[in-house]
């Protein structure tokens, strides 16, 4: 349900933004700074466990119609200054009793966590979100605590998304 709600969130920010533009030009600008402000990948393999934390990659892109976002090495380069809107969720499967310890990071600053490391049950997952106001250049990234594993399948339970809001 939370995902639901927050996906429901991501698109209405999406669609109405633009829509206070005084000009074609400032809409065409707004529509622009969203589209390079937008990323949605996965992971469709476990992550994990290693001996020291780790930033994660990712296989799976959904959109990145920018480019701004290295899935190769699971960073999102901030393409212009503004307000984000930034989700993370990961996945622990049975096979992996370590769940995932995950921070999402701006510039090697903690922001916040989700983890689901210490339930008895099988199958968890664990999600948050926030609303960031970033600078250009600025990275954004999920790093997975040591000794954890984030696991992944092919229908992509471990996401990683953001989107410019204004």
């Not at 933004?17 to 990948?41: C, H, Y």
């Not at 296989?59 to 999102?76: A, Q």
């Not at 106001?133 to 997975?144: A, E, I, P, R, S």
Request: proline share 5%.
């Amino acid at each position: 349900m939370h995902q639901i709600t927050t996906i429901c969130m991501l698109l209405l920010a999406i669609t109405f933004q633009p829509l206070w533009a005084d000009d074609a030009a400032t809409m065409d600008a707004a529509i622009k700074n969203k589209r390079e402000g937008t990323f949605s990948v996965a992971r469709d393999t476990d992550f994990g466990p290693f001996d020291e934390e780790k930033i994660m990659p990712f296989e799976v892109e959904f959109s990145n119609p920018g480019g701004s976002m290295d899935l190769n090495t699971g960073i999102f380069t901030v393409p212009h200054p503004g307000y984000y809107l930034v989700l993370m969720h990961v996945y622990k499967n049975h096979e992996n009793p370590n769940g995932p310890v995950v921070y999402l990071k701006v510039n090697d600053e903690t922001i916040l966590r989700a983890d689901e490391c210490c339930g008895e049950d099988l199958w968890d997952s664990a999600s948050n979100s926030v609303i960031l106001d970033l600078k250009k250049g600025d990275k954004v990234y999920l790093l997975l605590k040591r000794n954890r594993i984030a696991s992944g399948s092919n229908v992509r339970e471990t996401t990683f998304s953001g989107t410019f809001l204004f």
